[in-house]
């Protein structure tokens, strides 16, 4: 892979960041819920953010990149659920609903910027990493949608 300039590796940098986020805000939510279903979906969630940190931090150590499928080259639909939604800080008041928004607008967020970085970095697998990131992140604000279309719509 061609060599990074700082800005590129600093973006990575806070992607990386990002991930750590994500993974506790899933972890903490897994705690949230009762349904073994929902807390193994979120767990999941959680444990699929640790494996794009690993990626991110291999890229910056230059490493390559393991192969990735064609299924997970497939493009996901974008629900669009909570890009509606107003988001709230998440604090200790905040309930399932409340984080399930934060997510879904994360997420968004996550492939909005990973989506934007393929287009921009060099090389097939740094292109490669980031659509595949891009297209992970959608996937989990799919799933995170329709946790929120299951658990918050169907309730009401």
Known sequence: ??????????????????????????????????GAHVKGILEDLAAQEVGHRRRLEGLLEGRGMRTISRKQEQRVADLKLTDYLVEEPLDEDSDFQDVLIVA???????????AGLAQVVEGEDAVKLFTFLANEEMTHKNRVESLYEDLVLREN
């Open 1 to 34: 892979m061609p060599e990074m300039d700082n800005a590129l590796i600093t973006i990575i940098k806070t992607a990386i960041d990002r991930e750590v986020a994500a993974h506790q805000m899933y972890t903490d939510a897994a705690q949230m819920v009762e």
């Open 104 to 114: 879904g607008k994360r997420e968004k967020a996550s492939h909005d910027l990973y």
